[in-house]
């Protein structure tokens, strides 16, 4: 199985990265790849950039990591309440790729944290409304409250073993549903 982990922000210390990344640990016999969206950056679109210039080669890679996966992890930073600007950005450019959805019916584990008590859940409420009308096939989603308190960046992992349990049985739900999908 190819899993395509993304984390929606371009912090350098992204508390979102961290999440996808410890995420795909859970994941038996995967080749991982995790996107930084940094190697993404593009002008901002705006339809006349993009009629005068066209798809930028950024979005056009992205679609084509996205297409070459098994699985998705999306982990998505909540920047007043939805999207960080650069995911949506990315996001935008890569929904104007004729003849293809941005998601391509990928399935997807979608997930959020934050340093607060709703853990990102806005963000998360905005992408499941948002994903399915381009291609987002949302198996399940998931969000860490107090990450500060819940994850241990030196172990690199969840550190609150109800929420650590929580996304094994999720990783293990979408295992086992990707492993029927490959027979």
Known sequence: MKILAIAGSNSDTSINRLLVTYATTLFENAEIEIVDMN???MPIYKHQREVESGVP???LDLASKIDSADLL????????????TAFKNVFDWTSRIKQRAVWNEKPMLLMATAPGGRGGLGVLEAAEKRFPLH???IV????LPFFNDNFDKEAQKISNEEKDSELREKVSK???????LEK
Do not use: K, P, W
Request: glycine letters at 10%.
């Open 140 to 143: 399940d989603t998931f969000t």
């Open 135 to 137: 291609g987002g096939n």
């Open 73 to 84: 992890l999306v982990s998505l930073s909540e920047h007043n309440g939805t999207y960080s």
């Open 39 to 41: 190697d993404f950056e």
């Open 174 to 180: 979408i295992s086992a549903v990707e492993t029927i």
């Open 57 to 59: 080669q950024q979005a």
